[in-house]
């Protein structure tokens, strides 16, 4: 029997599960962070305790596992790998390897070994891996690297652009009226005054305000979240473009709480997918729906050589999410 352990890692928590090559849940374990751009000293504690939890419940020992994935936050550049190898390595997997999460998340919502990721939570980030097994990512570093948008920018979108409706440069918005009563104020210029008086900071959930607004016409909240989309679907074009998957059929997959819970009306999904297919036609966009730990667990199968069935795919998707699972 194959043992194999996938890990899915960000800033508040980390996930580790024991499966074994049929798809059957062995283990599984829980931590902290395991992003370590936070703290290194810290994640390389939490990925130890929660591999060794899923361990302990599936009774096995490092040594018994074929391969182990790590899916980590925080694992974008050669200088991250550097400081990421050796606390993954110290961990005792004879074998083992180490992507960032939106690897594991885009494996989880594809029965392909290929395919791109687009990610749209706080923040955004983009990667894709084409049939060679080449991987990119585009993106994922902030406004000032490129990227527009997530919970963590599209939050101060609704600030300015009521703040631009008051003061004449924007059009009247339904965006001003739910923002004064999120935040809490009896008018713009109070707000106005307040935050510039204080120093204070959008909270990141205002970014919610533009689903209300765009699902009653709203005008700026709609072109907000165009654009939104733009920008998701120019990264994944372009990683699409770069790794010579324009000819393929591949899925693009949506993770990230604006695409996957909010965007209910598709503003964000309608204008991503249009400018997608402009570069790569045989492109399917999906939504995420089950929880990217699988998509470790199916790349440890992958680099161990098998080819998953689609009867692990169906037993492992019946559980949903890792909190479902009980051990």
Sequence with gaps: MAYYVGIDAGGSKTHALVTDEHG??????ISGNGNHQID???????????????LQQAGIQHADVAHAYFGLAGADRETDFRILRPIVSAIGFPRFSIACDTIIGLRAGTDR????????????NCAGRNKNGEQLQV?????????????????EEVFRSVIRAWDGREQPT????????????????????????????????????????????????????NR????????????ARRLGMGGDTFDVVLTGSLVTRGDTGGWIRGALEQVVHEAAPGARIVTLTVDPVFGAIWAAMEEDGLTIS????????ALGSFENIQN
């Design 228 to 239: 939104q989309g733009v920008e998701l679907g120019k990264a994944a074009a372009a990683a």
């Design 139 to 155: 993106g994922g570093f902030s406004y000032m690297y490129g990227d527009f948008g997530g919970g963590g920018a599209l939050n």
């Design 40 to 54: 290194a000293v810290e994640t390389a504690r939490h990925l130890a305790e929660a591999t060794a939890e899923a």
């Design 174 to 225: 339904l965006l001003t009226d739910l923002l004064l009563s999120k935040l809490n104020y009896s008018s713009v210029e109070d707000m106005y005054n307040d935050y510039l008086d204080h120093d204070k900071s959008v909270p990141v959930d205002v970014a919610k305000l533009l689903f209300a607004a765009a699902s009653e016409g709203d005008a700026v909240a709609i072109e907000i979240l």
């Design 113 to 124: 070994p290929y395919g791109i990721s687009v990610i749209c939570g706080t923040g955004t």
């Design 310 to 317: 689609a009867d692990v795919y169906a037993r492992m998707r």
């Design 24 to 29: 059957h849940v062995l283990g599984k374990g």
